[in-house]
């Protein structure tokens, strides 16, 4: 059964890069048809998407609303997929989850997810 763990500074000072690992277990992130996401709530509101990499090159795809400022690789020596957003704001202060995701028929459904890891953002 496939595990996700998210990981990194709870706290991070604005106009800093926020960092965020996740860690998988019990499945290569280079499994054929899936796509590791990253996804954010922030407080009192509902799931923002932010962006994925794909299982056979490592390519990428972002939010539009964040495509400026997001960054994520992985490393499949390690397993783990990386969340980077650069020039954070107060804004950005929210629970950031690892998603794993696959597509069939054009429909994405989410199948796996990590317990989150809440960011904030101040100083």
């Known amino acids: 059964q496939v595990q996700l763990q998210e990981s990194g500074p709870g706290l991070v000072k604005p106009s800093q890069t926020l960092s965020l690992t996740c860690t998988v277990s019990?499945?290569?992130?280079?499994?054929?048809?899936?796509?590791w996401n990253w996804i954010r709530q922030p407080p009192g509101k509902g799931l923002e998407w932010i962006g994925y990499?794909?299982?056979?090159?490592?390519?990428?795809y972002y939010s539009p609303s964040l495509n400026s400022r997001t960054s994520i690789t992985r490393d499949t020596s390690k397993n783990q997929i990386i969340l980077q957003l650069t020039s954070v704001t107060p804004e950005d202060t929210a629970e950031y989850y690892c998603a794993r995701s696959t597509e069939k028929y054009g429909i994405t459904s989410f199948d796996s997810w990590g317990q989150g890891t809440r960011v904030t953002v101040s100083s």
């Open positions: 019990g499945a290569s992130i280079s499994t054929v048809n899936y796509y």
């Open positions: 990499i794909t299982y056979y090159d490592g390519s990428t």
